[in-house]
């Protein structure tokens, strides 16, 4: 996870979803395994600093029914992004569902990581354009 504004709205829909906010942040190797070589963006110290209660640092991919229990979580909350299946080929968000414990949330902002990422490009592509 970047902390990027679509981030942030999506935390703060999350943390409207409760009382207390807990993250799972996967490792960079994990990230690094289900996004590409490029990420994440920042590393996982970084990632650490955001608006939340709790940090779960090297979270598992798939969420588990001893997680959920060991947390005590009532939900479970993804943004509108793809969801990539864990190495199995399982839906890592199969054990919230199955609990009815699963929501997807708007963050209403279009913001992403990938978009950051392609907009960064674009412009050292524009840079060097100019420069030959």
Same mark, same amino acid.
């Given at each position: 996870?970047?902390?990027?504004?679509?981030?942030?709205?999506?935390?703060?829909?999350?943390?409207?979803?409760?009382?207390?906010?807990?993250?799972?942040?996967?490792?960079?190797?994990?990230?690094?395994?289900?996004?590409?070589?490029?990420?994440?963006?920042?590393?996982?110290?970084?990632?650490?600093?955001?608006? #939340?209660?709790?940090? +779960?640092? @090297? %979270?598992?991919?798939?969420?588990?029914?001893?997680?959920?229990?060991? !947390? *005590?979580?009532?939900?479970?909350?993804?943004?509108?992004?793809? #969801?990539?299946?864990? +190495?199995? @080929? %399982?839906?890592?968000?199969?054990?919230?569902?199955?609990?009815?414990? !699963? *929501?997807?949330?708007?963050?209403?902002?279009?913001?992403?990581?990938?978009?950051?990422?392609?907009?960064?490009?674009?412009?050292?592509?524009?840079?060097?354009?100019?420069?030959?």
């Amino acid at each position: 996870m970047c902390i990027d504004v679509g981030h942030v709205d999506f935390l703060e829909k999350a943390k409207a979803e409760g009382d207390y906010l807990i993250v799972g942040l996967h490792t960079d190797p994990v990230v690094n395994r289900y996004k590409g070589s490029n990420y994440p963006i920042m590393n996982l110290h970084e990632r650490v600093l955001s608006y #939340v209660n709790e940090v +779960v640092i @090297g %979270a598992p991919y798939a969420v588990t029914a001893d997680l959920m229990e060991h !947390f *005590k979580v009532d939900i479970v909350c993804h943004g509108q992004t793809f #969801v990539m299946s864990d +190495v199995n @080929g %399982a839906d890592p968000y199969e054990e919230p569902k199955k609990q009815n414990k !699963f *929501k997807q949330l708007d963050s209403e902002n279009d913001v992403t990581t990938q978009k950051i990422v392609e907009r960064i490009i674009q412009q050292d592509w524009n840079m060097k354009k100019e420069t030959d």
